[in-house]
């Protein structure tokens, strides 16, 4: 197997662009392909500061590797979601990747700053475990990265996620949120700008890079989400992927280039209706948010105001943070994409 | 009874390869010499959906493994909706 670039032995083959890559220019091509989806879809600018989702796994891990070797300042966020011995783990990876660089990590104890962990949660909100869990993040993500005055807050969803989620949301045809399926979600009250840089490379990509490039991750899965309907989504694509290398790539970006646009105006609406939540004053659509019930319900508590939603880790040099007052979304994006750190 | 037994080949003249799989965390044994296509076929696992490793590198589809490798098939798909 030879590279399709330098014809020196290739170390992966990626079917889908019909293509063998060496080392180096393995590496090239997957900062090619974050370079141009940030570009294609205005994600981010030059000096915007940027905060990244953070959970110890490949692809967070890898999208901070990225951003970083692309010449964006980038910050980490991670949220100890209390999943027992998970968590304790995943946390570590974090950390150490932060230390090893010399990076700012900000972190988030939810059972320590919440009064509740995800299986807590998820029991006493009757929800499943990984919405209990997505709802929780997407609140504190955007908390955080408002607090922080961060331009941009990151994520590692990759093309796999995305398709998955799309799978789910046609196979229901829950237009509500087909609108709103995209790399970019633009900042506006309440709300950071959120994007997805790796949206145009797959879970194996990312998992390669991180083992071409020497980062630990934490392989193991969650064990709330061993079973869930999304690894499924994933499982019956990739079948797909076998036989028809690309489908998942020209699902995806099929949908954004003639779909999505037919879905907007329903987001939109959605997204007119929101107030401000009585407790915390997130968007939401009703009086109090679904992440200040979930609290509720779980029996935890919200901080006292003023106190910051994340605070820096001392691993390495760290800068200081200032802390506007919060004003953080909560349970409106529900579903549009995981409130996965990937 | 060993693999390399049915061949006529007892396991202290001819070992297997040896394959880590995750989630949940075991060992299997496979005849080599076998290519990572084969491999794959053979416990029936999809390429799309994993990596194999050796020795901390990437080991591509048309590497042959010998009798004494030992690798690691890693499950790349994370879930967490």
């Known amino acids: ?342 | 009874m060993h693999p390399g037994a049915r061949r006529g080949l007892g396991p202290a003249i001819i070992d297997d390869v040896k394959v880590l799989l995750r989630n949940p965390r075991r060992e299997v044994e496979v005849p080599g010499p076998i290519t990572i296509v084969n491999l794959l076929a053979r416990l029936d696992v999809n390429r799309e959906s994993v990596l194999v490793i050796r020795g901390g590198e990437l080991v591509p589809g048309d590497a042959t493994l010998a009798d004494d490798d030992s690798v690691e098939i890693r499950p790349v798909i994370s879930g967490g909706a």
């Not at chain 1, 966020?77 to 990076?103: C, H, K, N, P, Q």
């Not at chain 1, 994520?155 to 995305?162: I, K, Q, S, Y």
């Open chain 1, 1 to 342: 197997m030879k590279c399709v670039v330098c014809k020196g032995p290739a170390i992966i083959d990626i079917r889908r662009h019909n293509a063998n890559f060496c080392t180096d220019h393995f590496l090239e091509q997957c900062r090619r392909q974050v370079a141009k989806a940030i570009d294609e879809f205005s994600m981010i600018e030059k000096d915007d500061r940027v905060l990244v989702a953070v959970s110890g796994g490949k692809d967070s891990l890898a999208v901070w590797d990225l951003l970083l070797d692309l010449g964006y300042q980038a910050d980490g966020l991670y949220i100890g979601l209390g999943i027992g011995g998970y968590s304790d783990v995943s946390g570590t990876y974090a950390r150490d990747f932060a230390e090893a660089r010399g990076l700012t990590l900000l972190e988030v104890d939810l059972p320590g700053a919440f009064g509740y962990d995800i299986p807590t949660g998820a029991r006493a909100a009757r929800r499943a475990p990984c919405s209990a869990c997505g709802l929780s993040k997407r609140h504190l993500f955007d908390a955080a990265a408002l607090e922080g005055g961060y331009d941009v807050l990151v994520t590692g969803h990759n093309l796999d996620d995305e398709a998955a989620v799309l799978f789910g949301n046609t196979l229901h045809w829950h237009t509500e949120y087909l609108g709103r399926q995209l790399p970019v979600l633009p900042a506006r009250d309440g709300f950071p700008r959120k994007v997805k840089p790796l949206v145009r490379l797959t879970e194996r990509e990312m998992a390669a890079y991180c083992v071409v490039r020497g980062i630990d991750y934490l392989v193991e899965e969650c064990p709330m989400a061993v079973g869930n309907r999304h690894l499924s989504y994933k499982a019956a694509l990739n079948d797909i992927e076998r036989s028809s290398p690309g489908a998942k790539h020209s699902f995806y970006f099929g949908f954004l280039d003639r779909a999505a646009v037919h879905f907007a105006p329903e987001a939109e609406a959605d997204r007119t209706e929101l107030g401000a939540c009585r407790t915390c004053g997130a968007p939401t659509t009703a009086e109090v948010c679904a992440f200040c019930r979930l609290v509720e319900r779980a029996g935890g508590s919200l901080p006292e105001a003023g106190t910051p939603t994340a605070v820096a880790v001392h691993l390495g040099p760290t800068r200081t943070r200032g802390t506007a007052e919060a004003e953080t979304d909560a349970g409106d994006e529900a579903v549009v994409s995981a409130g996965s750190t990937r």
